[in-house]
């Protein structure tokens, strides 16, 4: 298939990874990146439906690719992701013109499904129930990849989510939890050190939970014999200082049968050559284990940074969500990973306006959020999800402008903390991994420390992507830090290559 594809993508990282994919695959078929989505000959939006306006978003730009494809009647449209997964047919019925919908469960059909549309000449829309977890290949790691950024990979270890969060669209369009085996994980990572990537970050929604299925199925296929030990692991077993997988089966260092931890993976990654740091993102708080601590505090590359998200402050707002926590039992398992892990950094995420967050409530989230001293917040207004329970709460809907000052007032809170953290670096010596040219000042680069704050620089000479530099913190503010260039400690190995485009 001869042509230019370009992919824009709406959504969280797990989008994004979709969107590698989807490249790695047209690309795989003879296509060629474009930025520009007027001579593209296949454009890709990776859809995103977690909140009301990434609906909007789609449907907005759906309008504008009709006009380019009115002028090039050629040009084909494919509509992927979460979106489609949730609209099914509608998307086709309120956009007749785009060519193919496929969902969440099927990334790896998107070149097949075009060619099914060409030689069919009718517009084709397939959506999947669920993945077929036996099905390796069926995880969007296990497919060709192209990356956004070539030193930096991410790596989905589980699919789909158990839990049941009120306001949540995601198991609806992600499906059951199903965790990628560890050996293919480790392979890949061991792949993506070889091509030059030395930042991974491991994707999944709860991560901490990682394994539990894995062992779930080996009872369905009964190679548990005895029962016993298979299962949760005691929280008071000692870390694993090393975990041993043979075929499908995990034993620890008494021969007994167990599942592999997220923990281990942590472990296993981290021991990679070449992969200098790991990342990991969404451990849900409940589930978040002395282990995954420990792990955190003893591999070397495992960065510093913590993304745990909180949701509320308010312990009747956090049941109502159904987060299996209290906002004490979240301050402790924080204050538990401070303790255990030197120099952490803590961001999270946090929604304001649940169905029937009263003042008080709206209170409480600010004195936790004070409490916990973020370093960062990624803040929501609720978005109404249809098919969700929080959705079907209509009586109880909070005002959006209430809603709105409630989340300034958070902002406020966080940004205090998340200046006092920055402010903290000054003085210091950091490890930045650079990520390109600043966006105010085409004469700096910008990258991340190992804390994952975003320091610009002024290098002495052009500085590739990639590339891990030391660098004097003299200056910060709510969002970032100025640095000056001390030295270059490694210097990128990746080739460069930019195809696909943010939503
Ligand atoms: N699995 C992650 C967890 O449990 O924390 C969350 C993944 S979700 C893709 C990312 C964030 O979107 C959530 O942490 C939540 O703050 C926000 N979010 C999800 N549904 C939302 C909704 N209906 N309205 C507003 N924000 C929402
Ligand atoms: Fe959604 Fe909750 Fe699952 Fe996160 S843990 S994906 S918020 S249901």
Not at 47 to 70: F, Q, V, W
Not at 242 to 264: E, H, K, Y
Not at 422 to 437: H, K, S
Request: net charge negative; hydrophobic share 40%.
């Amino acid at each position: 298939m001869a042509g230019k594809y370009v992919v824009r993508t709406f959504g969280c990282q797990m989008n994004e990874h979709d969107s590698e994919r989807l490249a790695g695959l047209l690309e795989a078929d003879g296509m060629e990146p474009t930025t520009d989505a007027a001579e593209a000959d296949v454009v890709v939006l990776n859809t995103c439906c977690i909140r009301e306006n990434a609906d909007n978003k789609l449907y907005g730009t759906l309008g504008h690719l009709k006009s380019l494809k009115d002028a090039r009647p050629g040009m084909e449209i494919v509509v992927a992701g979460c979106l489609s997964q949730k609209d099914r047919g509608s998307i086709a019925e309120r956009a007749p013109y785009v060519d193919v919908v496929l969902g969440t469960h099927n990334v790896h059909r998107a070149v097949e499904l075009l060619h099914e549309r060409r030689e069919s000449g009718r517009p084709v829309v397939e959506i999947l129930e669920a993945t077929v977890a036996e099905d390796h290949e069926l995880f969007p790691s296990a497919l060709p990849v192209v990356r956004q950024a070539g030193y930096a990979g991410w790596v989905t270890i589980q699919m789909g989510c158990d839990n049941s969060c009120a306001f949540c669209i995601v198991p609806a369009v992600r499906g059951p939890e199903i965790s990628r085996p560890f050996g293919d994980i480790v392979a890949e990572v061991e792949r993506a050190a070889i091509d030059g990537v030395t930042e991974v970050t491991l994707l999944g929604q709860n991560v901490n939970s990682y394994g539990r299925d894995l062992t779930l199925r080996m009872r369905q296929q009964g190679s548990d014999p005895d029962g016993d030990s298979v299962g949760d692991v005691d929280p008071g077993r000692p870390v694993l200082e090393d975990s041993f997988v043979v075929g499908d089966t995990w034993l620890d260092a008494d021969n007994a049968r167990i599942r592999p931890l997220f923990a281990d993976l942590l472990r296993a990654i981290g021991a990679v050559p070449g992969i200098r740091r790991v990342r990991y993102t969404s451990p849900h708080p409940k589930d978040l284990r002395p282990e995954t601590i420990a792990a955190m505090a003893q591999v070397e590359s495992v960065c510093e940074h913590l993304h745990l998200p909180l949701q509320s402050g308010s312990d009747s707002i956090l049941a109502a969500m159904h987060r299996g926590y209290t906002a004490e039992r979240y301050l402790e398992r924080l204050r538990d990973a401070r303790a255990g892990i030197s120099d952490l950094a803590v961001t999270t995420d946090i929604i304001v306006g649940f169905p029937g967050e009263t003042d008080a409530d709206a209170e409480s989230t600010l004195e936790v959020a004070a409490e916990a001293r973020f370093d960062g917040a990624f803040t929501f207004v609720y978005s109404p999800r249809p098919g969700t329970e929080a959705g079907d709460m209509a009586d109880r809907f909070v005002d959006h402008q209430v809603a709105v000052e409630r989340m300034a007032r958070l902002r406020q809170v966080v940004e205090r903390s998340s200046l006092l953290g920055n402010q903290a670096r000054v003085g210091r010596t950091e490890e930045v991994l650079v990520f390109g040219p600043s966006k105010r000042d085409p004469e700096r680069v910008s990258g991340r420390t190992r804390q994952n704050r975003l320091v610009h620089f002024r290098p002495p000479a052009p500085m590739r992507p990639g590339t891990y530099a030391q660098v004097q913190i003299v200056g910060a503010t709510t969002t970032s830090l100025l640095g000056e260039f001390v030295e270059v400690v490694a210097a990128p190995s990746h080739r460069t290559r930019i195809p696909v485009a943010s939503g």
